[in-house]
């Protein structure tokens, strides 16, 4: 059964307006439109995602734009006959790069649509292609990725004992610094770890619930609802992969500081350093969390064992489990 509002998981089709999913949250893709007499022949086999709906235009332009902004004011009208029925034909590839981490090559136009119209009566939806991770997302058919109770049990503790410590203060009074320094194995190749850890893209999603990064390293992602989120800048290698860590919390605004800004809850960033190796059944994967506050050591401990966990599960299953304090 497909979700509510996902449609054939690449196109949804409303009263008003037309949906492509993408499988980039934040950051641009290349999109063609193209209009035609007839309908077109089929696209070529790189485009691996297309689907064909019916649109019917009722007044006003037809423009392409994005679920914040809207549409481009300033774009071409598709609907160029003007008021009635349309049929639209998308075409995607490239939706599961932000998942893969394969490096783009230099000519490679990464995550890219195609979209196609012409005038045509009424008539059902087609889904013509359809192989992707992103769409199978979007339609329910992953299986749910699922850790050992004890771990989830252990990172739910963890969690809420360490959100106390840093709203008591914790992060910033003078301690002493221990580091972490934990190992896991996965039957996973090396190839999958890196194309992982070594997507910039991969971070938010990895430790958090929503968030997003930048094209010099930079991520940020929401840990929970309440305006605490985790940041860092990373630098990669071929096999490791360093980045800084620093919670932050938004500020309640008051008559002395009346706008709300990010707060940070650590003294000084901590460093985080990922590497990896392949062994005799996959993967070995080493952590070392340095500079890390002592009153904060056992419920980071705790969670440094679920992320791991949680990355083997992406790993060998391509899906993230869910967080357990949601």
């Known amino acids: 059964m497909i979700p509510d509002g996902f449609g054939d998981g690449l196109v949804v089709v409303g009263r008003v307006a037309l949906k492509i999913l993408t499988g980039t949250t934040y950051g641009p893709v290349a999109v063609r439109a193209e209009l035609h007499n007839r309908e077109p022949d089929p696209p070529a086999a790189e485009w691996t995602e297309v689907s064909e709906v019916s649109f019917r235009v009722r007044t006003g332009p037809l423009r392409i734009g994005t679920l914040m902004g809207g549409p481009a004011l300033d774009g071409p009208d598709l609907a160029v006959s003007g008021p009635g029925s349309y049929r639209i034909r998308v075409a995607a590839q490239a939706r599961d790069r932000r998942l893969s981490g394969v490096d783009a090559e230099p000519d490679d136009q990464g995550e890219r649509y195609l979209i196609a119209l012409w005038e045509a009566p009424k008539a059902p939806p087609v889904t013509l292609r359809s192989s992707d991770l992103t769409g199978r997302s979007f339609r329910g058919e992953l299986p749910v990725a699922k850790l050992d109770d004890e771990i989830e049990n252990s990172a739910r503790h963890a969690f809420g004992e360490l959100m106390a410590l840093l709203h008591a203060g914790a992060g910033t009074a003078v301690s002493r610094k221990v580091p972490f320094e934990p190992r ?107 500079e890390l506050a002592e009153p904060l050591a056992s419920a980071t401990a705790d969670l440094w064992r679920y992320y791991l966990a949680r990355l083997v599960a992406f790993c060998e299953l391509g899906i993230f489990s869910h967080h357990p304090w949601l």
């Open 184 to 290: 896991v194995a996965t039957v996973a190749r090396p190839e999958s770890v890196a194309g992982a850890l070594g997507n910039i893209w991969f971070w938010p999603g990895w430790v958090g619930v929503s968030g997003g990064a930048g094209n010099h390293g930079d991520w940020r992602t929401n840990l929970e609802i309440y305006g605490l989120s985790v940041a860092g800048e990373a630098t990669f290698e071929a096999s490791s992969v360093n980045t800084t860590w620093q919670y932050y919390r938004m500020t309640t605004p008051s008559g002395q500081d009346p706008f709300p800004r990010f707060e940070p809850m650590l003294a000084a960033p901590a460093t985080i350093r990922i590497a990896w190796a392949g062994g005799t059944d996959g993967t070995v994967v080493d952590l070392r969390h340095q």
